[in-house]
């Protein structure tokens, strides 16, 4: 079993930073692309960011205030939210797509909460 387990939520202030972290613990080969994806409350959850095993990342949008970064050795995703807005105020998910037994499988975190004041 895979387990993603997120941390670094909280209330912040407008303006104000965040580092969420997901580590993938249990059972399994390899982990091929690890992301962050948000679900503000009415919304569909949407992808924010993407890391390849190879340190590649790519961004839903031009956002220069969030950065995604991974450490392999680790199992371990990392966002970096900067100068946060009450908008980015959501519940932030951990994806993973893992490699077991050279099938990929797709994993989810429980959701960490961000809320952003004004």
């Known amino acids: 079993q895979v387990q993603l387990v997120e941390s670094g939520g909280g209330l912040v202030q407008s303006g104000g930073s965040l580092r969420l972290s997901c580590a993938a613990s249990?059972?399994?080969?390899?982990?091929?692309?690890m992301d962050w994806y948000r679900q503000a409350p009415g919304k569909q959850r949407e992808l924010v960011a993407t890391?390849?095993?190879?340190?590649?990342t790519t961004y839903a949008e031009p956002v220069n205030r969030f950065t995604i970064s991974r450490d392999n050795a680790k199992n371990t995703v990392y966002l970096q939210a900067n100068s946060l807005a009450p908008e980015d105020t959501a519940v932030y998910y951990c994806h993973a797509n893992v490699v077991i037994r050279r099938r990929e499988y797709s994993y989810w975190g429980q959701g960490t909460q961000v809320t952003v004041s004004s």
């Open positions: 890391a390849t095993n190879e340190g590649r």
């Open positions: 249990g059972s399994f080969d390899s982990i091929n692309t």
